[in-house]
């Protein structure tokens, strides 16, 4: 069993910064891509980036690019997300997730795992 767990949510002004991990139990972490989603109140859970078995790959929602930044440390089984510039629109729960492959996918059925999320808030 594959457990993931985030950290790093919070509450931040908007124009700030905050960076989440994510940690895996899984011997085999590098042999997952993972990935970033949220779901904000009243919302369906939306893609967010997603990185590749080694990273060499990434993927971004649109309205990230530019102010978000995924990578990951396979040696430490942990994913990173550095958030800059957030928004009030980006306020939403974030959960990272994992799948059994080396590739990673921005739709969420591609993922088997998943963590319990952390909350992230940005106030104006």
């Known amino acids: 069993q594959v457990q993931l767990v985030e950290f790093g949510g919070g509450l931040v002004q908007a124009g700030g910064s905050l960076r989440l991990s994510c940690t895996s139990s899984a011997r085999t972490f590098s042999s997952f891509a993972m990935g970033w989603f949220r779901q904000a109140p009243g919302k369906e859970r939306e893609f967010v980036a997603s990185?590749?078995?080694?990273?060499?790959?990434?993927l971004y929602q649109d309205s990230v690019k530019g102010r978000f930044t995924i990578s990951r440390d396979n040696a430490s089984g942990t994913m990173l997300l550095q958030m800059n510039s957030l928004k009030p629109e980006d306020t939403a729960v974030y959960y990272c997730?994992?799948?059994?492959?080396?590739?990673?996918?921005?739709?969420?059925?591609?993922?088997?795992?998943w963590g319990q999320g952390t909350q992230v808030t940005v106030f104006a």
């Open positions: 990185i590749s078995r080694f990273g060499g790959s990434t």
């Open positions: 997730a994992a799948r059994d492959s080396s590739i990673d996918v921005s739709w969420q059925t591609g993922y088997k795992y």
